[in-house]
């Protein structure tokens, strides 16, 4: 990627909003776009586990959460530690406490393993200010000193234990509160020393791990009143060569900033870090670059700040809400070229917005941002993407009290049945409402995938395939609906939970239609195309 190339999207991105798009691909006349599988060129590959998820800390030792919208009555937690402390500034009104987790369920086993191999962020503000109990039994009446959570080994052992069972490399972050502080307030890595050497006890590893969450906001999540971007590197110059020591195979992720590159934050939050400022002070010390990513605040939060932190129901589908991916993307992509040049980017935290998710973020609607998401960023060569939550709150992939997949669950099965690791160009240009993505199909040598998101309300659109295809489209007569359908019939779990045959519909060389809002998989398994012989 250029170093400019954030200017140049916010260039375009200002004549979107003016209503100015690009050319049809096929013409002024709109004559349909003609796709060519067997000659897609290959831009470059993502992580075998680029597909992943979140699982919030608070979620393993039980707390307070975003409440569901459709949830009034919040359970009482019990008069323990397991009652988390709401992030400074935040309205308690807000949050229902959850029971930990059961990472034994078997559903919730099945339906993670289904999405594997992945990797499994176990982090979130909440992490930030978790003590980590070295020793049997209950967790302790209160916290100690400096911390605002317990987390037991019988609950970090469920963790591990799950990571196995679904194949999902554990990434975390450390606790960073002033319980980790000496008495001059630097991070010291007495407890994350007890963390790592338990995990290693029980067969467990971490994979990936930030130094905290969201350094951006790190008063928000816990850290001294005061911190600013000189303690984030005289942390970091402790932190990394006792990773290094420590957990030598860990890949050391950074810096993990939120709430930049468009506006999420009202300008009058205190203690908003940059990541610019993060950067010079920590030096070229991270092995891949991290970022959280989300387009809007959900309408929990709407009281943090104006419009501009907010989205609607009805600009869920248009390219401006689309585009807010690929503005973030750049200005991070751009920090990395500055300061961790060559270091590949991962998003290690995304939905469609902070604060628990929007009303439709369960619904067949946020599907359209969702895997338009997926698409583009692996066109920009992210490697990995993790989603916030699997099962927690209204953007969990699950609902969270029973567990029954949600329509992005559906679109996530699909990305990782049919899209495999090499990124091919589509050889068309998205725009006027139809984007389009392409993969080598997973599986099959020299096949071809290709993502087609036609987010026109109103209108069908049309693709030329010169090959015979089998289709998978997603659909539904009602976009709120937290039900989809597969090529007409609705997707749900079987007897004993048995994921159905996702099959896919032959259709002939030709002109294909894909009707107004909806979302197709295309699967060319005899493309024979040279970039995807080598595909597994």
């Not at 469609?352 to 895997?371: E, I, K, M, Q, V």
């Amino acid at each position: 990627m250029s170093k400019n190339r954030y200017s140049k999207f916010c260039a375009a991105a200002a004549l979107a909003m003016l209503g100015i798009t690009a050319a049809y691909a096929g013409g002024d006349d709109k004559s349909p776009i003609s796709l060519t599988p067997a000659t897609m060129t290959r831009i470059g590959s993502v992580d075998e586990r680029f597909l992943s998820l979140n699982i919030e800390m608070l979620e393993v030792t039980g707390g307070r959460f975003w409440k569901p919208y459709n949830q009034t009555q919040a359970q009482e937690p019990p008069t323990d530690s397991s009652e988390s402390h709401t992030p400074a500034g935040m309205n308690p009104n807000m949050y229902q406490y959850r029971p930990p987790i059961d990472f034994a369920n078997p559903r919730r086993r099945k339906l993670a393993a289904a999405l594997g191999p992945s990797y499994m962020r176990v982090s979130g503000t909440w992490a930030n200010t978790t003590y980590f109990q070295d020793s049997a039994g209950p967790p302790p009446k209160t916290p100690p000193t400096g911390f605002n959570g317990v987390l037991t080994r019988e609950q970090w052992k469920s963790v591990v234990d799950f990571s196995h069972a679904v194949d999902a490399k554990i990434v975390t972050s450390f606790a960073t509160s002033a319980g980790t502080r000496d008495a001059a307030g630097v991070w010291t890595p007495a407890e994350a020393a007890k963390f790592l050497a338990y995990t290693h006890s029980i067969g467990g590893s971490i994979a990936a791990a930030e130094f905290m969450n969201e350094p951006t906001i790190a008063t928000l999540g816990g850290a001294p009143k005061g911190y600013d971007a000189a303690a984030y590197g005289r942390d970091i110059s402790v932190f990394v060569p006792f990773i290094r020591k420590t957990a030598p195979d860990m890949v050391i992720l950074g810096p993990g900033s939120v709430g930049e590159g468009r506006t999420l934050m009202p300008a009058s939050m205190p203690g908003v870090l940059r990541s610019e400022d993060l950067l010079q002070a920590t030096g070229p010390v991270f092995d891949a670059f991290s970022y959280h990513f989300y387009g809007a605040v959900s309408k929990r939060c709407a009281g943090m700040g104006g419009a501009a932190m907010q989205t609607t129901q009805e600009a869920a589908l248009s390219d401006e809400w689309l585009a807010r991916t690929d503005q973030v993307e750049a200005f991070y992509a751009n920090l990395r070229d500055k300061f961790d040049p060559g270091k590949p980017l991962w998003l290690t935290e995304t939905a469609d917005a902070a604060c628990g998710g929007n009303p439709w973020a369960s619904t067949f609607l946020d599907s359209f941002r969702y895997l338009n998401q997926l698409g583009t960023l692996a066109h920009h060569g992210v490697q990995v993407v993790m989603h916030n939550t699997l099962d927690a709150s209204d953007y969990g992939l699950l609902d969270e009290t029973t567990l029954e997949p949600r329509p992005n669950y559906w679109a996530a099965l699909l990305w990782r049945r049919l899209m495999g690791t090499t990124v091919l160009d589509p050889g068309a240009s998205s725009a006027n409402g139809l984007h389009i993505y392409a993969h080598c199909l997973r599986g099959k040598p020299g096949g071809v995938a290709v993502l087609v998101i036609n987010t026109d309300r109103n209108e069908a659109q049309s693709l030329d395939m010169p090959s015979p295809a089998e289709r998978y489209t997603l659909s539904s007569g009602d976009l709120m609906s937290t039900h989809v359908d597969l090529n007409g019939h609705e997707l749900e779990l079987g007897a004993n939970d048995a994921l159905p045959q996702l099959k896919g519909a032959p259709v002939h060389a030709g002109k294909l239609t894909f009707a107004a809002a909806s979302i197709t998989f295309l699967a060319i398994p005899k493309a024979n195309n040279p970039s995807c012989r080598a595909e597994r």
